[in-house]
């Protein structure tokens, strides 16, 4: 089964609304730590979608890829383009989220490629990102050219609220 990665506008993460609060809902219960505590309901992860992501898709300052396997969304990645006018050079990727089903398959390699892809026809020359320091995230990141920049401890609470973790920062030259 293929792998596809599309980029959604605004109505795609309309028309994919549902799916893309799935995605969020799961992994979050799942424990991936992207900025939400368990549980995160399907309401709220909605709204994150069409009130946070939509109106920075709109603008033009983020750009969301989604990850399409046997005809549903498993995975998305949005790679931040407008960042302080002393960072033209630089973007950011976050919420590199694979549904907890579809992971091992190659799905969050393929999201981060793309990201990178565009990061460079954008004309970017750095980008940064950063995951809870250990996570299963981490290794696939520095597989794909991302070096540690550093770590900084007490960064969040895991999604259970149950205790505090670090970060590590990460970049790449694109």
């Known amino acids: 089964m293929d792998t596809h990665i599309v980029e959604l506008d605004t109505n795609g993460i309309e028309q994919n609304l549902d799916a893309l609060a799935h995605i969020l809902a799961n992994s979050v219960a799942d424990g991936a730590a992207i900025s939400f ?18 109106p920075e898709v709109a603008a033009g300052r983020r750009v969301l890829f989604a ?17 302080p006018p002393n960072q033209p050079h630089r973007c950011e990727i976050a919420k590199m989220i694979v549904h907890p ?8 390699r393929s999201l981060i490629g ?16 950063d995951t809870r320091t250990g996570d299963v ?7 794909v050219g991302f070096e540690v920049a550093g770590v900084i ?16 920062v990460m970049f790449r030259k694109v």
Not at 37 to 54: E, G, I, Y
Not at 67 to 83: D, F, N, P, S, Y
């Open 37 to 54: 505590m368990a549980p995160l309901s399907h309401s709220d992860a909605t709204r994150f979608w069409s009130q946070d992501v939509r």
């Open 67 to 83: 990850a399409e396997r046997g005809g549903a969304l498993v995975g998305t990645v949005q790679l931040i383009t407008a960042l």
């Open 101 to 108: 089903r579809a992971r091992r398959l190659g799905i969050g």
């Open 114 to 129: 793309r990201a990178l892809d565009r990061a460079r026809d954008l004309g970017k020359t750095l980008v940064t990102l």
């Open 137 to 143: 995230a981490e290794p696939l990141y520095a597989s």
């Open 153 to 168: 401890p007490d960064y969040a609470w895991d999604p259970d609220g149950k205790a505090q973790h670090a970060t590590t």
